[in-house]
């Protein structure tokens, strides 16, 4: 069983940036694709980036390309999203998965949840 811990959510205004974090453990982080969704009040739960086991390979939602990226330090057992040029829109719970890629779509399988961090970006 594995567990995921979120952090690095807050209080932004328009243009700023923030990273998050995704600590694991309780199982080999390295055999795990990992993600992050998100969910804004009101709207499902949705996809925003992934990262194979190795690193090499990323997807990302067409929404958040060219602003957010995703990395991870298997040493670390952690993965990041480092989120630059935010706009309200994206203002959510940012939900950090571990789980498998699945390639014909560029997402996620999340078997795996944390429990989520709150982004707010202001305009």
């Known amino acids: 069983q594995v567990q995921l811990v979120e952090s690095g959510g807050g209080l932004v205004q328009a243009g700023g940036s923030l990273r998050l974090s995704c600590a694991a453990s309780g199982g080999i982080f390295s055999n795990y694709a990992m993600g992050w969704f998100r969910q804004a009040p009101g709207k499902e739960r949705e996809f925003v980036a992934a990262?194979?086991?190795?690193?090499?390979?990323?997807y990302y939602a067409d929404s958040v390309k060219g602003r957010f990226t995703i990395s991870r330090d298997n040493a670390k057992n952690t993965v990041y999203m480092q989120m630059n040029s935010l706009k309200p829109e994206d203002t959510a719970v940012y939900f950090c998965?571990?789980?498998?890629?699945?390639?014909?779509?560029?997402?996620?399988?999340?078997?795996?949840w944390g429990q989520g961090t709150q982004v707010t970006v202001s305009s």
């Open positions: 998965a571990a789980g498998a890629l699945v390639i014909r779509s560029a997402r996620l399988r999340g078997d795996y």
């Open positions: 990262i194979g086991w190795g690193g090499g390979t990323r």
